[in-house]
């Protein structure tokens, strides 16, 4: 049978109000425009953090060996005592990257 009670369901029209404030709450900051810029400036420092590491870790790769701690007064002759790493391969890669998004800009920029 239906409670008829006009307290009870008084009561339950307030907890609905609320609930449903709460949840409007919630939708309108996941929307707010000052949360997502930040939520996506957050995601791009990691990517970008990200993108760092494993660019450190393939010119490691590259350069060959664990990176070797520069100190104060060393001479730049001593860096490479053992044996001067072969950069070609990374400066190929690095000038294909820069040609690459330079024709991407300039193609975006064509189609407007």
Do not use: C
């Given at each position: ?67 070797r ?15 001067q ?18 024709v ?9």
């Open positions: 049978m239906a409670d008829t009670d006009p307290a009870e369901l008084e009561r339950r029209i307030e907890r609905t109000r609320a609930e449903l404030a709460q949840t409007v709450d919630a939708i309108a900051d996941r929307v707010s425009p000052k949360n997502v810029a930040r939520r996506t400036v957050a995601r791009a420092e990691s990517n970008a953090k990200q993108f760092l590491v494993s660019i450190g870790d393939k010119i490691g790769d590259v350069v060959g060996g664990a990176p701690e520069a100190r104060f007064g060393d001479e730049p002759e001593d860096l490479w005592a053992e044996e790493p072969n950069l070609a391969p990374l400066l190929i890669g690095v000038g294909t990257i820069l040609a690459v998004s330079a991407v800009m300039l193609w975006r920029r064509r189609r407007r």
